[in-house]
């Protein structure tokens, strides 16, 4: 273990990809049975479930606001697109006329 953490360190040649493949042994070989075998480790493995859940609970919460978002943003544009549909139908009804009368309140005199 102490060649693997100093080929990891020291940069021995051992990359990522070199590093996952090792992940499962050292799990295995060393911090399985800390966690299962001394109090210590119990006490940090419930510690690290709890930090977990507490991930979990908030990424959760997190999705839930993204998709509200989301939802609220849809209703608008929906909104939108209803009123725009809306008033071109009020201007389509109206004559040349009526509608340069309307556009002349929209433009100032400068």
Known sequence: MLT???MIVGGGGIGAIGLFALMPSLLT???LPF???S???RKVAVGLMIAVGMLLVLWRVYAAGKSAE???QAAASLRNIRTRMKVD???SQLSADDRRKRLAEWVSDR
Do not use: H, R
Request: glycine share 22%; no cysteine; proline share 6%.
């Open 4 to 6: 693997i953490l100093g």
């Open 29 to 31: 070989g060393t911090v």
């Open 35 to 37: 966690l299962l075998g």
């Open 39 to 41: 109090p210590l480790g």
């Open 70 to 72: 989301k939802a609220k």
């Open 89 to 91: 139908d009020e201007i």
